[in-house]
């Protein structure tokens, strides 16, 4: 079954670092999503993503984050000055459609800031 | 943002009994879709609702899209030991907003 890759299932950076997380979505899906899971809370929405630019993007998206879709197959997500407060779980997900459709997500990137 | 509150918080049942959860918003939304997270993982998709008052079953679990667009259930019959996890609900707006918003999640203990 398709599903949506991750990598790397763990981060551990230093404050200030820079880091990139990535997402390879199902291959035939055309909307990619970033969402955030604070630990012990729900999960938030940061960007979603179509026909290579943001579509929509959440408070929580500021200009510290980024996201690029380089080549096609790869979905990234990038902090660039990273803080404690960054520490999450980080989930890809992506979709076929743009509404009334299933999101399927990946396991996640668990970011630890240090 | 959109706030959507699941109820109850957590749930201890004996094995074999069913279980119910709800969520309720505030707002309207045209898809309703309920997840379980295992911990450290990703969630995975239970069940998708795309119509008001649409009933949904997939193996033991039945979910409800409510008719006013503002709710949905979820219902687990016969629990086991694996349906331990957390459960959310998330709506979506659609119309251009196609991003989802998570419930405060369900936490469900199955007593063997």
């Known amino acids: 079954e398709p599903e949506v890759t991750q990598t790397p299932s763990h981060q551990v950076t230093q404050m200030g670092q820079e880091v990139i997380l990535r997402c390879v979505p199902i291959?035939?899906?055309?909307?990619f999503y970033w969402y955030r899971q604070i630990l012990g809370q729900k999960v938030e929405f940061l960007v979603s993503?179509?026909?290579?630019?943001?579509?929509?993007k959440s408070e929580i998206f500021d200009d510290q984050f980024s996201v690029e879709r380089p080549d096609g197959s790869n979905f990234t997500l990038k902090i660039r000055s990273t803080k404690l407060e960054d520490s999450a779980m980080y989930f890809c997900?992506?979709?076929?459609?743009?509404?009334?459709?299933?999101?399927?997500f990946g396991q996640g990137t668990r970011l630890t800031v240090v | 943002g959109q706030q959507l509150n699941q109820s109850p918080q957590s749930m201890f049942i004996q094995e074999g009994e069913d279980v119910s959860m709800n969520c309720t918003s505030s707002s309207i939304f045209n898809t309703w879709l309920w997840y379980k997270q295992d911990p450290g993982e990703g969630p995975v998709l239970l069940i998708a609702?795309?119509?008001?008052?649409e009933l949904t079953s997939n193996g033991r679990l039945t979910a409800q899209f409510g008719t006013t667009r503002k709710d949905s259930f979820l219902n687990i019959s016969a629990s086991i030991p694996s349906d331990v996890g957390i459960y959310f609900c998330?709506?979506?707006?659609?119309?251009?907003?196609?991003?989802?918003?998570f419930g405060t999640g369900t936490r469900l203990t199955v007593i063997p």
């Open positions: 609702l795309y119509k008001a008052g």
């Open positions: 997900a992506s979709t076929y459609r743009g509404r009334n459709t299933e999101a399927f």
């Open positions: 291959s035939n899906h055309l909307y």
């Open positions: 998330a709506g979506q707006l659609g119309a251009g907003a196609n991003n989802l918003f």
């Open positions: 993503f179509y026909n290579n630019e943001i579509s929509e």
